[in-house]
Antibody
Framework: QVQLQESGPGLVKPAETLSLTCTVSGASISHYYWTWIRQPAGKGLEWIGRLYTSGETNSNPSLKSRVTMSLDTSKNQFSLRLRSVTAADTAVYYC??????????WGQGTLVTVSS | QSVLTQPPSVSGAPRQRVTISCSGSSSNIGKNAVNWYQQLPGKAPKLLIKYDDLLPSGVSDRFSGSKSGTSASLAISGLQSEDEADYYCAAWDASLDGWVFGGGTKLTVL
């Protein structure tokens, strides 16, 4: 059974960098695309970006200048860094597997609050 | 402002059938497959429909999907209280080169 688990600080100060890691079990991250999604409280889903083992990445144009994503195949993990955060970046952040037919496995989500 | 357009809410009585619409454009729904996700309160989204109308393993056949042109629909028959959730449509957008979502539709079972 494929499982994903997000981890990282729940509180980030404005203008600093949000860093999250997603640990994957039950599947190798050497296959498939791996994706980050976020959801502000009471609002809809926003795709942040995805990455593949080859290093290929796609990012939401609205966030692209602030987003870095990376893979650590030795730990079966992938990571997100979002720079220069503001209160508008406060959201539940999800990691998910992009099985090409859809986002078929999701983490439980982690709340990140941007506040001083 | 979401790229895909869904009604904010729908409702229906137990055992009834409801549909949720999703409208897009030629760069997303008109070109690529539509997926639907169900998000129960306080939970992560779950893939409900893939490739426009296919049910992933374990999903009840009370759910069905369809697509025509740049619009798609999700139908839920035999409504049950446990179907109360938010439903999102999604498609790959060729212009944005990324996944786009609808704003979500809240289903209330009366």
């Amino acid at each position: 059974q494929v499982q994903l688990q997000e981890s990282g600080p729940g509180l980030v100060k404005p203008a600093e960098t949000l860093s999250l890691t997603c640990t994957v079990s039950g599947a190798s991250i050497s296959h498939y695309y791996w994706t980050w999604i976020r959801q502000p409280a009471g609002k809809g889903l926003e795709w942040i970006g995805r990455l593949y083992t080859s290093g290929e990445t796609n990012s939401n144009p609205s966030l692209k200048s602030r987003v870095t994503m990376s893979l650590d195949t030795s730990k079966n993990q992938f990571s997100l860094r979002l720079r220069s955060v503001t209160a508008a970046d406060t959201a539940v952040y999800y990691c998910a597997r992009d099985g090409m037919s859809g986002l078929d496995y999701w983490g439980q989500g982690t709340l990140v609050t941007v506040s001083s | 402002q979401s790229v895909l357009t869904q009604p904010p809410s729908v409702s229906g009585a137990p055992r009834q059938r409801v549909t949720i619409s999703c409208s897009g454009s030629s760069s997303n729904i008109g070109k690529n497959a539509v997926n639907w996700y169900q998000q129960l309160p306080g939970k992560a989204p779950k893939l409900l429909i893939k490739y426009d109308d296919l049910l992933p393993s374990g999903v009840s056949d009370r759910f069905s999907g369809s697509k025509s042109g740049t619009s798609a629909s999700l139908a839920i028959s035999g409504l049950q209280s446990e179907d109360e959730a938010d439903y999102y449509c999604a498609a790959w957008d060729a212009s944005l080169d990324g996944w786009v979502f609808g704003g979500g539709t809240k289903l209330t079972v009366l």
